[in-house]
């Protein structure tokens, strides 16, 4: 998807708040934009989701199927959050039974089962929140945008989206977001950029390289032939091990996003044990040849209980 010469109007008066932007969305990636408040960050979202259109300019090649998620989910809805969701997942183009499967197993996912049957505008602002983001997914869009979608979810449902968002990239979507915390899928992001004066600047999206501080090492097992998850939080050091296992040194604060990540992974990993890294260790392979690197061995049989 590119942007060609984007700009947007906005006001009374018809000033410019972004102009001439040239930007180029490649399938597969994760991109983040960045910037301070009243710059244009939601604006170029919506337009970047087709919601706004541009004052000037196009936007081409968008994905068939897209979807959004704004910080502030419209609540004041008569549908209850099953049927909202069955809806929206009718006007993606999915059949009433496989929308009301995905709605069903994306409520479960979030933790909103139980609201199934609420209507949304009796939910709790973290619950409406889970609605947004389970209708932005059900529907598998090849566009996601995202708008400070982590805002109000609590800690699992957190967690919940960063898996869901690694696994639209390896599926081959490309996902556009904005948060507030800076350490939101550090390590995954393929692309960033600032908003700011207009336009639109390229920024280093590469997390920096701990000098010291607390690390951990997984070992896990992948089914045969696997090879791992694409975009692993934080950048781990991957080593293959000669048992089969393969060891993943990651600094401590990602570590909770990578055992995610392969738990959640289609088939699953197998984590045989989660311990303190002796010290910080040197990356031998960087971030873009994880994909390359050797598979996995054979993980040896296991007693079946």
């Known amino acids: 998807m590119r942007c060609v010469r984007v700009g947007r109007r906005y006001g009374l008066r018809g000033d410019w708040i972004l102009r001439d932007l040239d930007l180029e969305l490649r399938p597969g990636s994760l991109v983040r934009f960045r910037g301070a408040n009243g710059t244009g960050k939601s604006t170029l979202l919506r337009m970047l989701a087709g919601i706004d259109a541009p004052t000037e300019g196009r936007?081409?090649?968008?994905?068939?199927?897209?979807?959004?998620?704004?910080?502030?989910?419209p609540g004041a809805l008569p549908l209850t959050a099953l049927?909202?969701?069955v809806h929206l997942g009718r006007i993606h183009g999915l059949g009433r039974a496989r929308a009301r499967t995905e709605a069903l197993a994306?409520?479960?996912r979030f933790g909103a089962a139980s609201h199934a049957r609420t209507r949304v505008r009796e939910l709790s602002k973290g619950t409406a929140q889970k609605v947004a983001v389970a209708q932005a997914l059900l529907a598998a869009p090849g566009l996601l945008v995202l708008d400070e979608a982590w805002t109000g979810l609590d800690e699992a449902a957190r967690g919940e989206l960063d898996r869901a968002v690694a696994e639209r990239v390896a599926a081959g979507a490309t996902v556009a977001f904005v948060d507030h915390d800076p350490r939101r899928l550090a390590g995954a992001v393929d692309a960033a950029y600032e908003v700011a004066g207009l336009g639109l600047r390229a920024v280093d999206h590469r997390p920096a390289e701990p000098d010291s501080g607390p690390r951990v090492r997984i070992v896990a097992a992948g089914p045969p032939g696997a090879v791992l998850p694409p975009a692993l939080p934080g950048a781990p050091l991957v080593v293959p091990e000669g048992d089969g296992t393969t060891a993943l040194t990651v600094a401590a604060v990602h570590s909770d996003g990578v055992l995610r990540t392969l738990l959640a992974a289609q088939p699953p990993w197998h984590v045989e044990s989660v311990a303190p890294a002796a010290a910080p260790a040197v990356r031998e392979h960087p971030p873009a040849d994880r994909a390359r690197?050797?598979?996995?061995?054979r993980a040896p049989e296991r007693n079946q209980a």
């Open 59 to 73: 936007v081409e090649d968008r994905p068939r199927r897209v979807a959004y998620v704004p910080e502030r989910f």
């Open 83 to 85: 049927g909202y969701l």
């Open 106 to 108: 994306w409520l479960e």
């Open 293 to 297: 690197l050797p598979e996995p061995a």
